[in-house]
């Protein structure tokens, strides 16, 4: 079976390389020519671990390839993934250009039936403006060629994208025709026979489910870390709190861990985007709204948590540690990091940062204030003769590093740990003046 994958970026190289991996022969397309170039030469433009081995064994193994050319992929594959990005425009509506964009191509190139996936998050009815595009421009070529649309919303990740892609936790397929869905079957077979939970329904309903479920975790979210704003104010211990609650099994453990606010490429813009479709159809979600201001305020109270707790910032060096929005990932999109350097910055501060994987795109995103940050190469570099270091996101070497040698090397001995992963840590709490979220 021939599948194309339109979009290389975090969601459609993930799902064209685990298609390949599933057997089946994939044509990935993007526009970025150098992009295409470093990915045929098996070099992978983004972090995700365990990507580049399976992408470098399936470009050996003749199943993957990859095109500038979108032409090449609509006429020979029989089933299309959409996997382009759907940016927030200025009043928090997904920006559907790009996904329709890609429709015009295929109704410009289409030679026979095809499947066309709507991979990307997009809102309720996009389903139905894929479809009106491409049967647009079939009608000005004056062909007839049958098509179905599908909306197969994607849950991966970032971070561990890769087996989420290999055994998800279930696999949504919204349709409206049989032969549609049949033809879904065949693409997952792999997942179809080994009984991964299959939910089929319509493609308004699969569009909504993706929205619903990053909202809710979103919210779930946004619920802890105002928690733990009140447990530093009455002397309670958010994670003891999260840990009882978690327990309750309507609740549940996952997503209760308070830190400096949630960020990526998901949450942000999707709970903006159905606050924006809700309004569109008469409805005003209030909780979600409620969550997003959360958030926004959550970076804020980690800014002032640090100034307040070091009298002033003015003229201080803060080392900042980690500045992807999570572990195991160079995304930067609205990372908490951003917002709680920008708020140093202007309160005076002069920063010192190290991430495994996120400086890249930290130094474009951050170019603004570029002479105010100092880029270092690990960890005890930025530490040194710094008055406070305030970690800000999880990576696994920070939980190893040695605090003793950080003792040492800082001027100050401020410590503001915005995951707790030292919250259990007498030494830590001995060594410097620590400071945790929820911890009263």
Known sequence: MKIGVVGTGYVGLVQGVILSEFGLEVTCVDTNIEKIEMLKNGGVPIYEPGLEPLLKKNIEAGRLQFTSEIKEAVE????????????????????????????NSIGEHMNGYRVVVDKSTVPVGTGKLVKETIQKKLDERGVDFEFDVVSNPEFLREGKAVN??????????????????????????????????????????????????????????????????????????????????????????KFLHAGPGYGGSCFPKDTKAIVDIAKKYGEEFKVIDAAIQANEKQKQKMVEKIVSNMGSVENKVITVLGLSFKPETDDMRDAPSIDIIRGLVKNGARIKAYC??????????????????????????????????????????????????VKDLMKGNYLFDLRNIYSKSLEAKKMFNYYGVGKG
């Open 164 to 253: 989420d892609c290999l055994r998800p936790d279930r696999v949504v397929i919204g349709y409206s025709d049989e032969r549609a869905k049949e033809m879904m079957k065949k693409v997952y077979n792999v997942l179809y026979i080994n009984e991964t939970p299959f939910v089929f329904t319509s493609v308004e309903t699969a569009e909504m489910i993706k929205y619903a479920s990053n909202a809710f975790l979103a919210v779930k979210i946004s619920f802890i870390n105002e928690m733990a704003l009140l447990a530093e104010k009455v002397g309670a211990d958010v994670q003891q709190i999260a840990k009882a609650m978690g327990q309750d099994g309507r609740i549940s453990p």
């Open 76 to 103: 020979t594959s029989e089933v299309l993934f959409i996997a382009v990005g759907t940016p927030p425009a200025d009043d928090g509506s997904a920006d559907l250009r790009y996904v329709l964009e890609v429709a």
């Open 356 to 405: 495994p994987e996120g400086i890249k795109e930290a130094k474009w995103r951050l170019k603004d204030i570029e002479e105010n940050i100092e880029y270092c190469d690990n960890e005890y570099i930025a530490v040194k003769d710094a008055d406070a270091t305030v970690i800000i996101t999880e990576w696994n070497q920070f939980r190893g590093i040695s605090l003793s040698k």
